[in-house]
């Protein structure tokens, strides 16, 4: 390979690194683009009424190349579980818990670093959290699931933004 073709071949590789980050609210996240930093899953948001006041929020999580990830569901401490946290806000109410589906079911797992008990997500799953408008207003309020990747041992953040704008409510993967 001459040092041209080496320069070309960088200069591509790096084209495509862009490609990995949108800034700004996307509505849904890159399922079906390259995204070379999370190469283990790909995650959507969004928002399904259930009535005028009353909305699932839904985060789908896509499972790649034999990604999984700890349930929120596991009854022991694990650092990198699946967790959603919300701003507070007096725009709605959250409802319930957190529902997964499908369900995980507990797994013995002799890694040292679990031994023992644990919920793993192995396949594509859903998160839905029910919440309750108290407001016809416009509101934005930011929030994100974080949990770990494995085989990777990346703990990933992803932020979003729930917000309504002339009577319509949008959940959203929001920046990088």
């Known amino acids: 390979m001459t040092s041209q073709d080496l320069a070309l071949a960088m200069t591509e590789t790096k084209s495509e690194t862009v490609l990995t980050c949108k800034k700004g609210p996307l509505e849904y996240s890159l399922f079906d683009q390259p995204d070379l930093n999370r190469e283990l899953f790909a995650v959507a948001f969004r928002a399904e009424a259930q009535s005028h006041s009353l909305y699932n929020l839904i985060v ?24 959603m946290v919300i701003d507070d806000t007096d725009a709605f109410e ?9 369900l995980t079911k507990e797994e013995l797992d002799l890694h040292p670093f679990i031994n023992g008990p644990v919920n793993w997500v192995r396949e594509n799953t859903t998160y ?9 207003n416009s509101f934005e309020v930011h929030g ?8 990777a041992c990346t703990l990933e953040k992803i932020p979003f933004i729930i917000k309504q704008n002339d009577g319509v409510l949008k959940f959203e ?4």
Not at 144 to 151: D, R, S
């Open 60 to 83: 789908d999580m896509r499972l790649k190349d034999g990604g999984h990830f700890v349930s929120p569901n596991a009854t022991g401490y694990f650092s990198g579980k699946f967790t």
């Open 94 to 102: 959250v409802i319930g818990k957190l529902i997964e589906n499908p």
């Open 128 to 136: 839905t959290q029910q919440i309750q408008l108290n407001t016809e």
């Open 144 to 151: 994100y699931i974080q949990f770990t990747i494995e085989p």
């Open 173 to 176: 993967f929001f920046g990088c």
